[in-house]
């Protein structure tokens, strides 16, 4: 077994859509960045990518290159779960906080749920989701998301130098 951690903070601008987990948002603001912003998909995709010690977000998809400018993050999140794949693992379960003074995650958060347990190949019930206000943190124009992930071996090592050959 392996477990990831990922951690991505991205602040609201006015103006742009909203993306959290995948779907899209009704919102008077979006969260800027480089890529669509989603800093629950990036959370994620660094979660996996840190579970089996691969190069992190930022090296696999630097700001720096246009490519990414304006990028769907699900194409972040399918490479990481590519690697995750290829090392032998599979996706046990994913537990997220998002932490956001606004929208109001709750009427959101089975969609989201339902998306990101999708992408990620698993059933609804190992995607948790909880929602929480940044009380005296000040961060009330950001949105930040904290993912802890747990990997299982889905072949065994023997299968995997086979497939080497
Ligand atoms: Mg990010």
Same mark, same amino acid.
């Given at each position: 077994?392996?477990?990831?951690? /990922?951690? #991505? %903070?991205?602040?609201?601008?006015?103006?742009?859509?909203?993306?959290?987990g995948g779907v899209a948002i009704a919102h008077d603001k979006g969260l800027g960045g480089h890529s669509d912003g989603d800093v629950l998909l990036h959370a994620i995709t660094d979660a996996l990518l840190g579970a089996i010690a691969a190069p992190d977000i930022g090296?696999?998809?630097?700001?720096?290159?246009?490519?990414?400018? /304006?990028? #769907? %993050?699900v194409i972040f999140l399918r490479e990481a779960l590519k690697r995750v794949r290829d090392a032998g693992y599979g996706v046990a379960n994913v537990d997220a906080s998002l932490i956001l003074a606004a929208p109001k995650i709750g009427p959101?958060?089975?969609p989201?749920?339902?998306?990101?347990?999708?992408?990620?190949?698993?059933a609804g019930d190992c995607?948790?989701?909880k929602a929480k206000t940044p009380e005296g943190l000040g961060t009330e124009n950001a949105?930040?998301?904290?993912?802890?992930?747990l990997l299982e071996r889905s072949r065994s090592k023997t299968d995997r130098r086979k497939k080497s050959h």
């Open positions: 077994m392996r477990i990831g951690y /990922g951690f #991505d %903070s991205h602040e609201f601008c006015p103006g742009i859509p909203l993306k959290i090296v696999l998809f630097p700001p720096s290159d246009p490519k990414w400018k /304006g990028a #769907d %993050s959101h958060a089975a989201i749920r339902a998306r990101v347990a999708e992408l990620l190949g698993v995607v948790g989701l949105a930040i998301a904290h993912v802890v992930v």
